[in-house]
């Protein structure tokens, strides 16, 4: 079993445009960064390695702009981009909490769908 399972999100939660990615490791249990982007179809076919999804996959960014706009009735103004209107009236870090906690949970259910043990605190 893992030394620790117990992980942060940032730990094993793959960003869209970084060139490394963190796996499982079944064999041994371990989680992995793959930091050459294009060694990943090398791994990809093997039964025991299961790459962690990415933010995009679990949550898209601009879904979760409109649910979290929705959820707090807020109206940007036309011709106004959402993430500045959230910049400038102090609601930028609420949206990223708000973005973090959903990845979290849907993470947790991408883990037992996949079998993998492990907490994500």
Known sequence: MLASNKKLLHEVLNLEKSECRVFFNRTNSEIEICDDFFSLRN???????????????????????????????IDVPRGERAGSYLRKNGLIYDFYAFREEEMKSRLLIWLNENDIQLEII
């Open 43 to 73: 791994h990809v076919s093997d039964d025991n390695i299961v790459f962690f999804p990415t933010d995009e996959e679990l949550y898209p960014y601009c879904k979760a702009m409109s649910d979290f706009l929705d959820e707090h009735k």
